[in-house]
């Protein structure tokens, strides 16, 4: 904990403040909507808000790409800054709405992000939510988010809060219900990673339960996972996730009903509840289920909160901010600089970047074209203003423009004119007028997404597969047959496998409001792509383990065997140049990489370190420590030094036991240190053996 002093008077503070209140009033501040002790001079205070990549469910903000997105450019300074003006519009927005006693749900500063679960299988419908498939980046990422959301004053700007704890990543269908099976091995080298490094080294301030039960317990009363958070020193508060206590009673089926369930979480440690489950505190209190002290304990963990957040204060440093940040310009070109760095180029023959001498007519095809569904992805805030896809290359063309729908976005129950394909002609029309096609796929949080928050007509916001929707084949096999070059772009938060190739192909994610400028400043070449993928694009998502299979072997770049069934690798990504690591060295914590710009062009690249443990023991192929995002200019030179944890310098018994290592192999290049990534790359890696 940074900052001990301030904590430790903040809980003074808190303990004096509950020892007032009658037990009645203790135990109704432990709703998620808590109501006002007006005799004490307590605000009633909704403590559900959402900041997953901006301020979310609350009017007007800056629409920032989609986490997954933000994972994608691998940039902690990105990061961080999406989440200090995420902090800054919502207290611009709870300065004003509190001057009118208005403290409904959205409005508060306790925001209930972060997502850093592990995006382990690609038919998850909220990995989109995640920092993608490696511990070590989303932590890395998750502590930046953190760090920009609190602050670094006495005072925290806004409340981060870690989810959800833990072991959760679907299916989304059974997760009131579901047990995860884990060994002690891969809850420590995966599940667990990043929420021990949030609370250690981000002093994130909250903590929310999954739905779920790990290993027979559910996770909002599991004594094994919270004495992880008593080990790590966790100080702050934990939540429930929402309506999850009442599913004890109602799905796990390990209490009889809502007062044990209640008493159960209580007695656990789940300080708040998102649902309506600890109404019955009282009742489980007369009958001796819990305890006064328990009651006013959780109390004291919120209020230590609210009073760290200034919020019982007459005045904080963040009172002055004005309504008028929220949305802003300098905002919104902070959202445009996050998505023109979180676009991946998997595929270019050369045809991009477009040359607008050349290029007289351009078509924009695709369901995707247009939407602003495709722009806001889950758990997302409203922008005064989009640009899509089409509209961004309206806006950077000078020459004609042609649009089609081509298809709705998956075959519509209600339509029946989707079912028969009625726009395909259309597309074809204006692919065959153009001199090039931009053809818009993908997905929204209408097909992915989570279970009772999508319209999902499959899987309650799972995919049941990587391919495209049926209509979005047709499509692109009618639009081929104009013989025009394609350069297609899929929006979706997640692995696609288009079953195609194309002249180009750039995968843009939920790219947030400013998604169109930023693809159109790609395709024309304004700017250089230089995304990475924090997940591994896979040919066929039957050739995966079970997905309620949660062991890790046969998931991800970690555990994977000679590339089998991938079509696009962790960490790999395509930029307009060419970037390569000529040296490595490393000594006391820092690796020093040279590289060199091979190309013609300008761009910014990502230099990825990866280690490996040389023992026996050590059944990962090797993993991720270190990333710096660097600048290049055409045929030059440069040098980068990344700090390399201690903590990578470890690795996991089969026994689930973290060890320290005393010989390592370190990897450097713009990509993972395999076969597949340096062809599809073109450029090697350099490696140097470490003795600790």
């Known amino acids: 904990m940074k900052n001990v002093s301030s904590y430790e008077n903040a809980r003074k503070r808190a303990e004096a403040l509950v020892s007032k209140m009658t037990v009645e009033e203790a135990a109704s501040q432990l709703r998620y909507d808590s109501p006002a002790v007006e005799r004490l001079g307590i605000p009633a205070y909704n403590w559900w808000n959402e900041a997953l990549h901006g301020l979310a469910r609350n009017g007007i903000s800056t629409v920032f790409p989609q986490a997954i997105a933000l994972a994608a450019t691998f940039d902690v ?13 919502t207290r611009a927005k709870y300065n004003a709405f509190s001057k009118l006693d208005d403290r409904d749900i959205y409005k508060g500063l306790t925001m209930w992000a972060p997502n850093i679960n592990i995006f382990r299988d690609p038919r998850w419908g909220r990995g989109q939510e995640t920092y993608g498939e490696d511990p070590f980046l989303t932590a890395t990422l998750g502590k930046a988010y953190v760090k920009g959301l609190q602050g670094e004053g006495d ?14 990543s679907g299916p989304e269908g059974v997760r009131h219900e579901f047990d995860a099976r884990i060994s002690d091995f891969d809850l420590e080298d995966t599940y667990l990673y990043a929420f021990e490094e949030l609370i250690k080294d981000a002093d994130v301030e909250g903590v929310m339960g999954a739905y779920n039960r790990v290993n027979g317990e559910p996770a909002c009363a599991s004594e094994f996972l919270m004495g992880k ?6 100080a702050g508060y934990f ?14 089926m390990v209490t009889s ?14 300080d708040v509840n998102c649902g309506c489950c600890y109404v019955n505190l009282l009742a489980a209190l007369e009958q001796g289920l819990v305890t006064e002290e328990k009651i006013r304990e959780a109390a004291v963990h919120l209020f230590t909160t609210r009073i760290k957040l200034g919020m019982l204060d007459d005045s904080t440093p963040f009172d002055d901010i004005p309504y008028s940040v929220v949305a802003c310009d300098e905002h919104k070109q902070k959202a445009y600089d996050a998505a023109a760095k979180a676009m991946v180029m998997l595929e270019n023959n050369g045809i991009l970047p477009l040359d607008k001498e050349k290029i007289k007519t351009i078509a924009v095809i695709g369901p995707t074209a247009n939407s602003v569904a495709v722009l806001d992805g889950n758990y997302n805030g409203t922008s005064d203003s989009y640009h899509t896809f089409l509209g961004g290359i309206q806006e950077s063309f000078d020459g004609r423009v042609l649009y089609s729908e081509g298809c709705h976005l998956f075959k519509d129950k209600v339509s029946v004119l989707a079912q028969n394909d009625d726009r395909l002609s259309e597309a074809y029309t204006v692919a065959s007028l153009s001199d090039a096609v931009v053809l818009c796929l993908g997905l929204d949080a209408s097909i992915e997404g ?20 049926e209509s979005q084949i047709r499509l692109i096999e009618c639009v081929k047959k104009a013989g025009k070059p394609i350069i297609a772009v899929v929006a979706a938060g997640s692995a696609i496998n288009t079953e195609n190739k194309f002249d180009a192909l750039i995968h843009a994610w939920y790219s947030g409001s400013e998604g169109g400028r930023a693809l159109a400043d790609i395709i024309f070449g304004k700017v250089s792509p230089s995304g990475k993928l924090p997940v591994t694009f896979y040919e066929d998502s039957d050739k995966l383990p079970e997905f309620t299979d949660y062991s890790m072997a046969g998931r991800t770049y970690r555990y994977i065997k000679d590339n089998e069934n991938v079509l696009y690798p962790f960490g790999f990504g395509l930029t307009y140049s060419g970037v390569e690591v000529t040296a490595l060295e490393y000594n006391d914590g820092r690796a020093k990489v040279s590289f060199k710009n091979t190309g013609k062009a300008d761009t910014q690249d990502v230099i990825e370190l990866y280690i490996k443990a040389d023992d026996e023991r050590c059944n990962e192929n090797y993993h991720l420590c270190g990333f710096a995002r660097v600048d290049t200019s055409a045929g030059k030179e440069g040098k980068a030094e990344i700090s390399i944890p201690e903590k990578a310098f470890t690795f996991v018994t089969p026994e689930g036991i973290r060890v320290k290592g005393d010989r390592f192999t370190i990897y450097a290049s713009t990509h993972q240190p395999d076969s597949l990534s340096c062809k599809l790359n073109g450029t090697e890696f350099v490696s140097v053996s470490v003795q600790i």
Do not use: Q, R, Y
């Not at 300074?77 to 519009?89: Q, R």
């Not at 958070?229 to 966790?234: A, E, I, Q, R």
């Not at 009903?257 to 789940?270: H, K, P, Q, R």
């Open 77 to 89: 300074n990105e990061v961080f800054e999406v989440a200090d003006i995420t902090s800054t519009e």
């Open 155 to 168: 005072i925290m700007k806004t409340a981060a809060c870690a989810k959800h704890f833990a072991v959760h």
């Open 229 to 234: 958070l008593h080990d790590w020193g966790f």
């Open 239 to 252: 939540v429930s996730d929402c309506w999850a206590i009442n599913d004890f009673h109602t799905h796990h």
């Open 257 to 270: 009903n809502a007062v044990e369930s209640a008493a159960m979480a209580l007695n656990a440690g789940c």
């Open 450 to 469: 989570e279970e009772g928050d999508t319209g999902n007509e499959f899987a309650s916001g799972d995919k049941p597969s990587l391919k495209l929707p």
